[in-house]
């Protein structure tokens, strides 16, 4: 029988996590790294922030409050509430 | 950098609209003629997009109480309830929606995006968290923000969705309040009230319903779809407004908990607006008579509301949610919709156009509402419009929902 084996999240592997979802929200191609703004490069608006969060939610299996939208303007941003969160 | 500035992208998008002969968000109605017919631009419109359900905006009685208290108190307050007092008209339609709910008190607010304000503010604070179903309208999320509470969103109509959430938040001391619509505006899709009812029950939080769209069209005397779905006593708080099925302007708070009035001193978008105007307060209480007491309004409503549906269907209209009075047709994109949305003006009829972010998921709209007030023959004009429509863009060519989300 297959073990379950907890995955130890890192700066590295969180980041590819969201590289990986952000490419839904990247019809152009645009080369995202971890200081890409959300915003004005990815043209990623509140709402779709918001759905954004929600996926990330749903990977990491955590909530994040939306009131913590404003201050998301970068993967690394991201990155950083995820690690937060996955080691509270 | 100007204020503006900000704005560059929506300003640019919102030109594109000039290209047409009529901006749909800017829609100037010259005359009202009835509930269902409008003049706009100096043409005869039959109006599908006024959320005027049970029609009672020309109502004779309620034009006339209404009347009657802008000549014996004025046409306004002129200011809020706790510095000018509360009017004598403001208390009876509090005591009558109460009743109506089988509440202990309601508080009535100016307008129903003021009572998603006043009642989520006053209730939450920084202290507590707010669990909300992701496509709430906006005065939830506006209401929610206010209260400065922690907020997190649920997937839409997900009870299952809010019960992982809540389960993770098990350990968590603030207090709990989940935020839904018993039916949500833009698709016309009702949520599952009972099995929310069976979660907040199992984790004991509190459940705040949103009953906007749904009061006076369902449930015994048009109490709302918890009153339908037999989970009213559940329900710890209900939101409405006056703007749809009553057929004036306000909305209010109501519920059973012992301190709700609390909130007549702690609330911010209570205590430092303007009260509802006599008129508007009359109307209120007149119309709610006719909801309680007229089932063959809802009986008029459901029955325009499936000929419709059946009729769109049948074209090949993809729709957004079961049959409701609201009827959503989807369109593939931004370009189309504003298209077909031009079609049906010309052709005579006025609906609502909504694209993203106004509508949830990317989603592009024509939105129809359907009144109680609406003639067969109107019904028939509608669909006759959109069969016009439907013969230079194909509905059943266009990308299905499934494949647009």
Redesign the interface.
Known sequence: MEQMVAVIWTPENVLDEIRSLLEAYNPNGVKIGSATNLSSELNI????A??L??EIEDRF???????QLPDMDTPKDLVDIVLTRVNK | MGLFDKYSQIIERHSKLEDFDVDPFNVCVDRVISPTVGIINGQQKILVGTNNYLGLTFEADCIDEAVKALEAHGTATTGSRIANGTYAGHVQLEQDIASFLNCRAAIVFPTGYQANLGILAGLADKSDTILLDADSHASIYDGCTLSGATMIRFRHNSPGDLDKRLERLKDDKSNKLVVIESIYSMFGDRAPLDEFVDVKNRHGVSLLVDEAHSLGIFGDCGRGLAAEMGVGANVDYTVGTFSKSLGTVGGFGASNHPLFETLRYTSRPYMYTASSSPSNVAAAITALKHIRTRPELRTNLWQNAKMLHDSLSELGYDICAPMSPIIAVRMPDEETAIYHWNMLFKAGIYVNLALPPGAPNGTCLLRCSVSAKHSSEQIAFIVDAFAKSSAIINPKELPRAAAAQ
Request: hydrophobic share 55%; aromatic share 0%.
């Open positions: 608006d509140s709402v779709a918001m759905n969060v929600m299996e955590l909530d994040i409050p939306i009131n």
